[in-house]
C-alpha cells in the first residue's frame, strides 16, 4: 500500500457500482446497502450516487485514512456538516487547528483515572434503574433501548455535568431524538436549508432552540455559584474564563456540552441494548456470563478494578460492537489525490468506512455473523489486523469517551444480569436501521425477572 499524493494521477478508479444503484434503500438501510456493495465489489469500491462514495473497507487502506495520514482527510462531509447543526463546532465536528487546541483541553478530562472514578455514580443510576425494575417484574413489556438511553443519558449527565442535567434529562433526551437522523434522509439534509420552512425544519429549529436555552442555563447557573468543582462543566468554565487567549467563548463550550451529551448517551445505549438482545438469543454465553460474575463479585456490582477479573464480561461487549456496531460508519473528505493498491482516490472525494461491513469482513472475521465472543480472547486476538475492528475509530480523532464506555457498559451489564433475567419479546421483529447510530428499527421490547 502506498499514498503518493498528486503523483497518482494515472491510476484507474476503484471497481464503480453502476449510478444511483439501489438508491432507494439509502434511507432507511444505508448500513446493508454498503455493506452489499463491499461484499460484491471488494475492499475499496466507488458508489456513484448523486455524490459519489468511496468506500474502503480494507484495514490497510483504513489506516492511513484515520492514523498515519490523517491530515490528509478533513470531516469538511455533508454528513458533518449536517451534526453541526445541532453540535455546532464541538469535538465531534470541528476540524483544523482549532480542533487540535479543543481536543488537547479536554484530554485529561478523559484520563483513565478520573474515568474509573465514575465507577460509584454509574453503579448508583445503574441500582436505581433495578429498583425501578423491581415494580415491573412478572409480565410487563419494557422498551429495553428507551430504558438503555434513559440509564445512559442520565450517566453522562450526573458523571460529567454534576446534577445540573439531571432535572432537564427527560426534556433534553427528548429534544436530542430530533437530531438523530440517517444524514442522507433528506429531511436531514434539508436542515442545511434550514431557512426554508419545512415540517422537519420547523420542528429541528424549535428543538435547536429548546435546547440552548437549556445548555445555556446550565453554563450561567453553574458560573453563578461558581465552577470549583471538577466535573468537565466546571473544567469548561475554567477554560473560559482563561486570560491565555486559549479559553474558548460560550458558544464553543454549548457545543461541546451538546455534543458530549449526544456523542456519550445513544452510542453507549445502543451498545447496551444489543448486547442485551445477543445475550437473549446465546443462552450459552448468558449461562457463562453470569456465572463468571456470580463467581468473581458474588452479587455485588462490579467496581472498576474488579473488570480487569472479568474478561468474559469485556469480550462479550466487544463482540457484540463487532456484529451492532453504534457508530456504524465515519465519513472524512480526502484533500488531496490518493492512492490504495493502484487505484486512484481523487481530491475532494466522499470516503466512508463502515465499520459495520469491516467488522463482517470474512478474511479478518471467519463466520462473521455469528456472535462468538471467544474471538476477543487475549490469546486469540494476536496477530489481528489492528484496523479490523474499529468501533471508535483509530488515530487522532478516536473517540474521546471510549474508556468511559467500556466501563459503563460492563459496570452495567454485570448489575443487571446478576440481578434480572431479561427475555426478549418472541414474536418482536428485531431489525436494525441506521440513523446516526445503528438501531434497533422497532425497538427492543423485553420482559425482566428476577434471577
Ligand atoms: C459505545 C459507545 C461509543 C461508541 C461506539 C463511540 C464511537 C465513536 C466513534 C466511531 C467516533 C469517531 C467518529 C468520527 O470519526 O466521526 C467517536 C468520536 C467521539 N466520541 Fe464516541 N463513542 C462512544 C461513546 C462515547 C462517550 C461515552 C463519549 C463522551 C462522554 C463520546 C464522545 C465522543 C467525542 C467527543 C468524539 C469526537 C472525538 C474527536 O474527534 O476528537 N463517545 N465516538
Redesign the pocket.
Known sequence: MSMTGSRAGARPDPPSTPRFHQIRHLGDEPHELLYGLLRTYGDFVRWRGFQDVYLVNHPDFIRPV?SRDYSHFS?RTID?RVLAQVMGN???T?DGPH?VR??RL?QPM?SNHRIESFDGRINALTASLMNEWETRVGGETLRIDREMGRL?FG??GA??FGSDLERHAGEVAEILEVANLNPFEPRALMTLCSWVPTPHNLKWRHAVRRLDRIVYGMIDARRQRGAGGDDILDHLIRALGEESGEGMDERQMRD?VV??ML???E??A??LAWTLYLLDRHPDVQARLAESLTETLNGAPANAGDLSRLPYLKQVVQES?RLY???WS???RSEQEEEFEGYRLPAGAYVA?V?YALHRHPKFWPDPERFEPDRFDPDRGEGRHPYSY????AG???????G???L??QLVLAQILQSFRVRIVPDHPIETTAKV?LRPRHGILATVSRR
Open positions: 484515520l470531516k458533518y464541538g469535538l465531534v470541528n480542533w479543543q481536543r479536554m478523559f445512559t450517566i453522562v458523571t460529567l461541546e455534543t458530549l456523542a456519550g448517551h452510542t453507549s445502543n451498545a460492537m456496531p453504534p457508530v465515519y465519513a472524512r468506512v465499520p474499529l468501533p471508535f475509530a487522532p480523532r478516536t473517540c474521546i469517551g471510549a468511559m464506555a467500556m459503563e457498559t447510530t
